[in-house]
């Protein structure tokens, strides 16, 4: 049967319209993915400190007088671990502490003085405006002068106190430089040295570690590197090699807490950091782990902009319909 000119023709059209559209869809780009996974990240503690002393007057030696906790105590900022030997500082001290107090006495009595001396004045100032022979001119500067000198010593008085309040608070301070404080909350989990033992003041003593927030650390591809912000909530999941463990089936939440400005020319790669709070203590420094990036919660968390007053709210646009969210792996090369 032979075909119309005019069908022909048409499925011509059709096959050349067909053909134009793949060409073209070939060289669309592809939406970038929402979630963007990193493998082989590092777990490691957010506060990790060494405990030590310090001396306020340069490099010395000294004995741990006392320790105070053992290792797996849980302490907080501010609590005093151990102390090294400070029986001569305490002695000092006292010894600060009265000549303060004394020095504080001396100014009452100095004050009276000048009181009473300022009260002669006004005497002699009386007399003189009743009868002024029975006053001289001499007495009168005489008594000037005492009140003076009265004066000076209450201000020389007050500056020898300031100066004696100064050294009991270096002295003060030189003490607590032998008490060894925690600086943040934690666990002890290392004691370097027994009590006894005679250690320079730049050799720590103790090891306190804050269990409760993890930073976790992973290397991004440089094509994400102005994607990835500040702020991103990230999940986090362990991955603990030769076995299948309940933990690697617990999953973490945690935001991205820094992105570096720099790319490592070698492999092109980012360095990221995420903090992660460590629910139940089940995590541990020095696992890996799988850092998923979820890009779109980011977007939905950004605060809408606040109407003006006195005009009319925008429509509501057309509910679109929802769309699978696509996931990137990323597994750099460190």
Not at 12 to 25: D, N, Q
Not at 46 to 64: E, K, M, Q
Not at 131 to 138: E, G, H, K, R, T
Not at 282 to 288: D, P, S, T, V
Request: proline share 5%; glycine share 6%.
């Amino acid at each position: 049967m032979r075909t119309p000119r005019s069908t022909w023709i048409a499925c011509l059209i059709l096959s050349l319209f067909a053909t134009t559209t793949a060409v073209l869809g070939a060289d669309d780009p592809q939406p970038e993915s929402e979630v963007v996974v990193l493998r082989k990240c590092a777990i490691t503690y957010d506060r990790a400190t060494f405990v030590g002393a310090f001396s306020l007057h340069g490099t010395t030696a000294n004995p741990i007088q006392e320790i105070l906790v053992k290792i797996g105590d849980h302490v907080k900022a501010g609590q005093v671990l151990g102390r090294m030997f400070n029986k001569d500082q305490v002695a000092e001290l006292e010894a600060r502490v009265a000549g303060f107090a004394e020095s504080k006495v001396k100014v009452l009595q100095n004050e009276q003085l000048y009181e009473l001396e300022r009260a002669k004045m006004e005497r002699l100032a009386r007399i003189n405006a009743r009868q002024s022979l029975l006053v001289s001119a001499q007495d009168v500067q005489i008594q000037q002068i005492a009140v003076k000198v009265a004066q000076y010593e209450v201000a020389a008085s007050v500056q020898k106190s300031n100066f004696y309040k100064a050294e009991v608070k270096l002295t003060e301070a030189t003490l607590g430089a032998r008490s060894l404080i925690s600086p943040h909350d934690g666990v002890v989990v290392e004691i370097f040295a027994p009590v006894g033992e005679v250690i320079m003041n730049s050799k720590p003593v103790f090891r306190v570690v804050n269990t409760d927030q993890l930073r976790v650390t992973a290397f991004l591809d440089a094509r994400d590197v102005w994607r990835v912000k500040k702020g991103h909530p990230v999940r986090i999941t362990p991955e603990v090699s030769g076995g299948d463990l309940p933990i690697e089936r617990e999953v973490f939440p945690g935001e991205i807490t820094f992105v570096d400005s720099e790319i490592d020319p070698q492999n092109q790669t980012c360095r990221v950091i995420a903090l992660v709070a460590n629910r139940g203590s089940m995590l541990r420094a020095g696992l890996e782990c799988q850092m998923e990036i979820n890009l779109q919660d980011a977007v939905q968390q950004k605060p809408a902009p606040a109407k003006a007053v006195g005009t009319a709210a925008p429509a509501r646009p057309a509910a679109e319909p929802a769309s699978t969210t696509k996931v990137t792996e990323r597994s750099p090369n460190r």
